[in-house]
């Protein structure tokens, strides 16, 4: 409500129920105290609000958004299950003292999770009033800890209350296992990541060391698609990603990510500790051959493979390897392992 005009945002009569309009949602309880969450304040939702229950009673509350203000407004934070998540949230000095209150937002509710008068035994806070900010400590995460945490500071009027909050977006992953591959540097080599019961939901791989911040996707499914120096191919069929290094060299070893997303907020991969040693043989091999002639070649495979399915295939302009034939199986067949390919110019 501005001076003398009014608008309404929201009117509606049921108890009990979360009433969303556009970044306003409602909730009545069933004694006649209401909650109302605004999203993405601007400047423009500045002005007085008129609250309250028709014939009943209402209060007037003026909202003051004020620019720049002290505290970041969102963040994003990723935790495996199992382990314990923390986050912190900044506030402005002005409310040093003010309770500190941690809700979760649900498909049809925002809950109080964590305040000084409703405990929960996973979830904890400490307050640093010097730094004006406060640590939320998650132990034990679990798949349904992911959503929209909301923290805030809780302030008391005469006739009403209210929270200021920053928006903390939590993403849980699962670890499905570990698998350990060995390359050569120089050569090539493939491996493949199963999530069979997610064919349709969008694949990725990242490196550790980098956060996971930097992800590669397929950009089309059912294709390869080359990925700066790797190519990814995601097999909706089978639900497996397949991962191709074209030219290994020592900066590609580490811990990847083989993951899908799940959800919003989780998803599941597979830990792919990469290790690159020196090549011990030639991994290219050229022969020139008259058109109509035979060719022979001979590929020569470290002692460790030799028990290994051996496999055959000819890049194409893209430099990804395509039509690949193997000794025993056929690749989408195969186990998640490392596999090297001779190719012929």
């Known amino acids: 409500m501005h001076e003398h005009q009014q608008t309404m945002i929201i009117n509606h009569k049921k108890h009990d129920q979360w009433i969303n309009e556009g970044r306003f949602t409602l909730f009545r309880y069933i004694d006649g105290n209401l909650m109302i969450y605004i999203r993405d304040l601007n400047t423009e939702d500045s002005g007085t609000y008129r609250i309250g229950v028709e014939g009943h009673w209402y209060n007037d509350m003026s909202l003051d958004i004020k620019e720049n203000s002290c505290c970041e407004a969102s963040q994003t934070v990723m935790v495996n299950t199992g382990v314990t998540a923390n986050f912190r949230c ?31 035994e996973r979830f904890s806070i400490s307050d640093d ?38 928006a903390v ?17 120089g050569a090539q080599i493939i491996f493949k990541c199963y999530h069979p019961q997610y064919k349709r939901n ?24 080359n990925n700066e120096d790797v ?35 989780t998803g599941s991969f597979t830990e792919i500790q990469l290790s690159v ?26 002692e460790e493979h030799q028990v290994s399915p051996k496999l055959f295939c000819k890049e194409d302009e893209n430099h990804i390897c395509q039509n690949i034939n193997t000794s025993e199986v056929k690749l989408h ?9 001779c190719d012929h110019q």
Request: glycine share 6%; net charge positive.
């Open 90 to 120: 900044q506030y402005s000095q002005d409310y040093n003292t003010n309770a500190k209150i941690i809700f979760k937002e649900g498909k049809d509710s925002i809950d109080i999770i964590y305040s000084k008068w409703r405990k929960n």
């Open 129 to 166: 009033r010097d730094k004006n900010l406060f640590s939320v400590k998650i132990t034990d995460v679990r798949s349904e800890d992911a959503g929209v945490y909301l923290c805030g500071v809780w302030v008391y009027r005469d006739s009403y209350s209210y929270s200021i909050i920053t």
């Open 169 to 185: 977006y939590m993403k849980i992953m699962s670890k499905v296992g570990v698998v350990r591959v060995t390359g050569y540097s």
């Open 202 to 225: 969008l694949k990725y791989l990242c490196k550790e060391s980098g956060g996971c911040s930097e992800r590669k996707y397929p950009s089309v499914q059912d294709q390869w698609m």
């Open 231 to 265: 190519s990814l191919y995601d097999d909706t069929t089978a639900g497996v990603l397949l991962v191709y290094f074209r030219d290994l060299n020592a900066g590609d070893a580490g811990t990847y990510r083989c993951g899908v997303n799940v959800s919003q907020y």
């Open 277 to 302: 040693k020196q090549a011990l043989a030639h991994w290219l091999v050229n022969k020139s051959v008259h058109l109509g002639d035979e060719v022979n070649i001979t590929c020569q495979i470290s």
């Open 333 to 341: 067949d195969l186990p998640l392992q490392k596999c090297f390919y």
